[in-house]
T-cell receptor, first 110, second 112 residues
């Protein structure tokens, strides 16, 4: 089976930085995705990592270490609209299905 | 413009009464997926189609079936819904195996 772990909840202040960690133990590895999901809405794609290192996309960055089975999503200059659940998903090797974590609910406070 | 469209957004059905959820896409993607997501849980893959090839997850109940009559449409049929089937059902598509999945807004199913 696949095991994806991420914290359940995080709270941060508007304008601050928050780092959401994700650790995984999967049968193989062929990429890691981060999705944002607002309450009652569809998950939307944020980032994709398949090689080690940092991928930056505006206020959002995602990091991957394959040897450690670890990724993080970094949200900078937090805005109220960033309050959402953030899902980490891993694609095991030779399989385009995704295994999702349960999501981290981020609450941004004024 | 919505690219993965799920209808309806909210569906209420009675215990044991068959229900069908629909998904359509304007992306012309090869792969379509159905997920079940319960509150505060990870989306759970039920099945997916690669073109017309159907792939069922081993732990998907027999109560759940799917149809894909053409590239654009995919349906989820729940033959005899039980109280435990109340959840958000998400449809997603991807062009090919290395591409991100694009999700619809989901159908929230309630069972009376």
């Amino acid at each position: 089976g696949q095991n994806i772990d991420q914290p359940t909840e995080m709270t941060a202040t508007e304008g601050a930085i928050v780092q959401i960690n994700c650790t995984y133990q999967t049968s193989g590895f062929n990429g890691l995705f981060w999705y944002q999901q607002h309450a009652g809405e569809a998950p939307t794609f944020l980032s994709y990592n398949v090689l080690d290192g940092l991928e930056e996309k505006g206020r959002f960055s995602s990091f991957l270490s394959r040897s450690k089975g670890y990724s993080y999503l970094l949200l900078k200059e937090l805005q109220m609209k960033d309050s959402a659940s953030y899902l980490c998903a891993v694609r095991p090797s030779n399989d385009y299905k995704l295994s999702f974590g349960a999501g981290t609910t981020v609450t941004v406070r004024a | 413009d919505a690219m993965v469209i799920q209808n309806p957004r909210y569906q209420v059905t009675q215990f044991g009464k068959p229900v069908t959820l629909s998904c359509s896409q304007t992306l012309n993607h090869n792969v379509m997926y159905w997920y079940q997501q319960k509150s505060s849980q990870a989306p759970k893959l039920l099945f997916h189609y690669y073109d017309k090839d159907f792939n069922n997850e081993a732990d998907t109940p027999d109560n759940f079936q799917s149809r894909r009559p053409n590239t654009s449409f995919c349906f989820l049929d729940i033959r005899s819904p039980g109280l435990g089937d109340a959840a958000m059902y998400l449809c997603a598509t991807s062009r090919a195996e290395r591409d991100p999945q694009h999700f619809g807004d989901g159908t929230r199913l309630s069972i009376l």
